[in-house]
């Protein structure tokens, strides 16, 4: 028996020694690993535990924006799978460098890019909290406001 299948067991018992609806344990099971994994990850980290009934575990998934917003005439130009091990299939790299370079930003407009994406992500996560936000980017918060200011981030149309 593997130990996937032995947590299911366990799960079982429990619920039936205690009394305790499995789907109350399978919940907690699910919140103490999702609580695990932000400490070990970093809190500020989107992501879902969920216990796998065929296999017995459970799977930890971080969830990632890649767009807010299609803008028009900037779409998405391909789907590449993610491979789930650490190593990117060099058929993978080649599909990549098979764009035509005048489809990539240059570099300046990259960046630029980046450090608006990074800086709306931040302000989402602390909800338009600009100290926090400063503290997560180690940077200074006078320091951060400048940086708001340069991309036209406005704190309050972060808050809920």
């Known amino acids: 028996?593997?130990?996937?299948?032995?947590l299911g067991l366990v799960l079982d018992q429990v619920s039936k020694d205690k009394n305790i609806d499995r789907a109350v344990l399978v919940e907690?099971?699910?919140?103490?690993?999702l609580t695990a994994a932000k400490r070990a990850f970093g809190m500020h980290r989107e992501m879902e535990a969920k216990?796998?009934?065929?296999?017995?575990?459970?799977?930890l998934f971080q969830i990632i924006v890649i767009v807010d917003q299609v803008t028009p005439g900037k779409g998405?130009?391909?789907v590449v799978p993610i491979p789930a091990g650490p190593i990117?299939?060099?058929s993978?790299?080649?599909?990549?460098?098979e764009?035509?370079?005048?489809?990539?930003?240059?570099?300046?407009d990259a960046r630029r890019s980046f450090e608006r994406d990074y800086l709306s992500q931040l302000m989402r996560i602390t909800e338009g909290n600009v100290t926090q936000a400063a503290r997560l980017a180690k940077?200074?918060?006078?320091?951060?406001?400048?940086?708001l200011d340069r991309h036209q981030l406005d704190p309050a149309s972060f808050k809920k």
């Open 139 to 147: 940077r200074n918060r006078s320091d951060f406001y400048s940086l």
């Open 28 to 33: 907690t099971l699910e919140q103490a690993i």
């Open 76 to 78: 998405v130009h391909a």
């Open 1 to 6: 028996m593997n130990d996937g299948a032995a």
């Open 99 to 108: 764009a035509p370079a005048e489809d990539l930003a240059s570099f300046d």
């Open 92 to 97: 993978l790299v080649a599909r990549a460098l």
């Open 88 to 90: 990117v299939p060099a």
């Open 51 to 59: 216990f796998n009934e065929e296999t017995g575990r459970v799977d």
